[in-house]
Each structure stands twice: as structure tokens, then as C-alpha cells.
């Protein structure tokens, strides 16, 4: 070869490696060109504050959340999936977090209640808590192919410390994927996509156990029941406000009055008998007779009653209207 075609590319590559800001970053430029560096993606720290909830206000409802067990098929607590495309940064096709997935699941479920208002209590504290989340994470991959796909399916229940009973348990799935685009993947990349899906399971569980808490237990949460708006999951059942010395007469009762947001529908599912677990998209919300409000859309509403058979259908909720669905329940 001409020494003079063999110094070209080297001069694009020193010229490339002398606008990077560090070796650190050269190294990473270099590696991802030819599918150097580790596998190990970095996730610590990444919770960006444009992604943080606002602040909200504290509750008395105080909480610990456990390790969530991790129950993947394949293992390794650590492994996030396989990369057939080349990831910038990674060599090899493992694709491998800096720490366990349960570990990295809790994490975010302490961080999404902390938004919420809870208080999350730890250490020598978490003995005072009035309730316990834990769970399992049933699927968490997410794999880079021609096009990414992730799929993350976690179960959470939330137990009252006090009494000891379960208070909710649900099943939350989310599945998508996307194309990364000509240029494909850095591991920057496969990690905030890992965290939007993960995200997407966390927010949805901690409404739904919201929901759920604040319309049985509304004094922990300084409310009256159904005032709490939570989008697309909240139980809207408000009593009728009482006016002023109409208290002391024993004949004035309030009726539940039901407050729809005029960007949302009305929800009431009914079953014979009563008192069958109500799940929608694979989310539990309570028991019948249950009445929620809901962002407008599809749902897939699945009943379930001990020795009677599980009855499933899907429901349109429309926008300022009332949807009622009435179940007969089969042994």
C-alpha cells in the first residue's frame, strides 16, 4: 500500500480523537467505531431532573419498599438483553447494567412514591411504615435488533403492616419498540430507553395503588374520598358538601356524587356476585362495584372472582360520558 494512502485515514482518525474533550472520550469514540469498550451500561445517577416529577405534598401514608425479586428466565441479574446491531461503546452482544435489575426496579418505585407524596422510610425507620410494597420482576428485556424492542412485565403488591393484609396486587406490562435511526445505537441511548419503558410500568403502578389507597384509606392522604385526581386511574366518588348547620340535624345525609373532569369518562363496573378483583390493561383497581374515572379510550376490563370463571371484555370510555358494564359471573 502507498504510505501516503495509509497515513489518510489516520490523520481523519487523530483528527476525529483531538475534538473529544478527553481521552475518556476519545477512547469511547474509537471503541464505538470498532465495537470497543465493555458491555456494561451505566444507569447510576440516571434520573435526569427535566424527567423528576414536581414535588408533591406529603402524606401521611408512610411506606418501605423492598427488593423486588428478579424472575427472568434466563438468570443473570445483571442482563438487560442482546444486541445483534452494534451498540456504540459495547463489544460483544451482552447487554449488562452496572447493577442488579431488581435493585435498579426498586430504585425507581422509591423514587416514583417519594414524587407522589409518600413518605418512603428506610433503615432503622422502615420498621414505623403503615405499608410495604414488594414485588417481582417478571420480564425486563430489552434487545437491539434491526429495530429495538423492550418488554417489561413487573408485579407489585402492597401490603397494610398493620392488619397484615393485601391491600393491592397487580401486573403491569409494557411492550414497544422503535427504529434507532441510521446512525443506531451509543449506550446513552439503550439506557434511556430502557428508563422511559421503565417509567412507563412504574407511573402506572403507583397510580393504580394511589387510586386504590386513597378512596379506602382517604384520611392518610388529608382527603375526602374521590377528591384526589390521579389521570386515567383515579376513583372519583365524592360525598356532596354539607352546608353550613345543616350538620347537627340527623335526617341530612349526603349521597356520593360522582365528579367527572370534562376531559374524562366515567367507568362503573358491576359483577354478580360482588366483590370480584377488577383489572384493566393487566392493572388491578379494586373490587366490585367499582367506579373510576378514565382518561377517554380502549380498555381491556378482566373480572376475577374465586371459583368463578374470569370474564374479560373490552370497553370504550368516552369523553364526559358514563360507561356501565354489568358481569354475571360462571362457576
Not at 470497543?36 to 423528576?52: H, M, V, W
Not at 419498599?65 to 438483553?81: A, C, F, I, Q
Not at 414485588?135 to 429495530?147: E, H, I, M, Q
Request: aromatic share 6%.
Amino acid at each position: 500500500m502507498n504510505p501516503l494512502s495509509r497515513l489518510v485515514p489516520m490523520a481523519v482518525l487523530l483528527s476525529a480523537v483531538a475534538g473529544c474533550s478527553s481521552v475518556k472520550d476519545a477512547g469511547n469514540t474509537m471503541g464505538g467505531w470498532i465495537g470497543g469498550g465493555d458491555s456494561t451500561l451505566i444507569t447510576a445517577g440516571q434520573y435526569p431532573a427535566a424527567d423528576s416529577p414536581a414535588p408533591a405534598p406529603g402524606y401521611a401514608a408512610t411506606m418501605r419498599v423492598n427488593k423486588y425479586s428478579d424472575e427472568r428466565k434466563h438468570g443473570n441479574p445483571r442482563l438487560l438483553g442482546i444486541s445483534s446491531q452494534l451498540v456504540r461503546g459495547v463489544r460483544g452482544e451482552h447487554l449488562l447494567l452496572d447493577q442488579d435489575m431488581a435493585n435498579l426496579v426498586m430504585t425507581e418505585i422509591k423514587n416514583r412514591f417519594a414524587a407522589e407524596g409518600y413518605q418512603v422510610l428506610e433503615g432503622s425507620a422502615a420498621g414505623d411504615a403503615i405499608f410495604e410494597v414488594s414485588g417481582v420482576v417478571k420480564d425486563f428485556t430489552l434487545n437491539v435488533r434491526n429495530r429495538d424492542e423492550i418488554n417489561i412485565t413487573i408485579e407489585t403488591t402492597v401490603k397494610d403492616l398493620r392488619s397484615g393484609a393485601t391491600l393491592w396486587s397487580g401486573l403491569v406490562t409494557e411492550k414497544s419498540d422503535r427504529f434507532a435511526g441510521v446512525s443506531g445505537n451509543n449506550k446513552d441511548d439503550v439506557v434511556a430507553y430502557m428508563y422511559k419503558g421503565l417509567r412507563v410500568v412504574t407511573n402506572k403502578t403507583v397510580d393504580a395503588v394511589s387510586a386504590s389507597l386513597m378512596a379506602s384509606q382517604p384520611g392518610l392522604f388529608n382527603l375526602t374520598p374521590g377528591t384526589r385526581a390521579i389521570p386515567g386511574v383515579t376513583v372519583h366518588v365524592a360525598p356532596a358538601a354539607i352546608a353550613p348547620g345543616d350538620g347537627a340535624r340527623p335526617d341530612n345525609k349526603s349521597e356520593p356524587v360522582p365528579l367527572v373532569k370534562a376531559s374524562a369518562g366515567l367507568l362503573l363496573v358491576n359483577t354478580t356476585p360482588s366483590r370480584a378483583k377488577v383489572y384493566l390493561d393487566g392493572v388491578y383497581y379494586g373490587m366490585s362495584p367499582l367506579r373510576l374515572e378514565m382518561e377517554p379510550g380502549i380498555y381491556a376490563v378482566l373480572v376475577k372472582l374465586n371459583s368463578y370463571k374470569a370474564a374479560t371484555e373490552k370497553v370504550s370510555v368516552r369523553k364526559g360520558d358514563k360507561t356501565e358494564m354489568e358481569f354475571d359471573l360462571e362457576r
